[in-house]
């Protein structure tokens, strides 16, 4: 069965760094989502992407956060200046329509721990 | 804003009894509901899901009950098995291609 696959599986970093936390959503997919849980809490929404821009964020994804489809297959969350409080497992998630009609499928998750 | 939110942190059943799994949301304009299961260490999986034009729908063991009244989702999952042990989300979306999560019910089934 496809599914979606994140690299790294565990990402450390110093706090001010810049990460990026890869992804390779669906093939035929065409919706795009970065979800994030800190340890014990929800799935929180950070963005939703289509057709090469961003089509909905939340207050999280400030301006420090950044997403790119750089080719035909990989999905990135950049962050470009870490802070302790962005310690969470990152998730990818792709749909072939928008959410509001179709599924997402969620990949395995990045945790990335800011020291 | 929106708010989905869950009654029970915590459920435990005996294996082979069925389990409930509730959920209420507060967005009246919510219109696609669904349930993912996360394991740990791993990312949420779906379950099944609902439109806003339906009251219940059933899968493999699995039924989602929807109250629009009320605005209340629940899961049964019938003959709970030890792999069913798990954090239950329901989420919700209406409209916007965002997907907003409960806080999650862990599911802890007895052998």
């Known amino acids: 069965e496809p599914e979606v696959t994140q690299t790294p599986s565990h990402q450390v970093t110093q706090m001010g760094q810049e990460v990026i936390l890869r992804c390779v959503p669906i093939?035929?997919?065409?919706?795009f989502y970065w979800y994030r849980q800190i340890l014990g809490q929800k799935v929180e929404f950070l963005v939703s992407?289509?057709?090469?821009?961003?089509?909905?964020k939340s207050e999280i994804f400030d301006d420090q956060f950044s997403v790119e489809r750089p080719d035909g297959s990989n999905f990135t969350l950049k962050i470009r200046s870490t802070k302790l409080e962005d310690s969470a497992m990152y998730f990818c998630?792709?749909?072939?329509?928008?959410?509001?009609?179709?599924?997402?499928?969620f990949g395995s998750g990045t945790q990335l721990s800011v020291l | 804003g929106e708010s989905v939110g869950l009654h029970l942190p915590t459920l435990s059943v005996q294996e082979g009894d069925n389990s409930i799994i509730n959920c209420a949301y507060s967005?009246?304009?919510?219109?696609?509901f669904i349930w993912y299961k996360q394991e740990s260490g791993k990312g949420p999986q779906f379950i099944i899901d609902?439109?806003?034009?339906?009251d219940k729908r059933q899968g493999q063991r699995v039924t989602v009950l929807l109250n629009k009244t009320v605005k209340h989702l629940s899961l049964q999952i019938a003959a709970t098995q030890p792999g069913d042990s798990a954090v239950y989300f329901c989420?919700?979306?209406?409209?916007?291609?965002?997907?907003?999560f409960g806080t999650g019910t862990r599911l802890t089934v007895i052998p």
């Open positions: 998630a792709s749909s072939v329509g928008a959410a509001t009609n179709e599924k997402l499928f």
């Open positions: 093939s035929n997919h065409l919706y």
């Open positions: 989420a919700e979306t209406s409209g916007a291609n965002n997907l907003f």
């Open positions: 967005n009246s304009a919510s219109d696609y």
């Open positions: 609902i439109r806003s034009n339906m």
């Open positions: 992407f289509y057709n090469n821009e961003i089509s909905e």
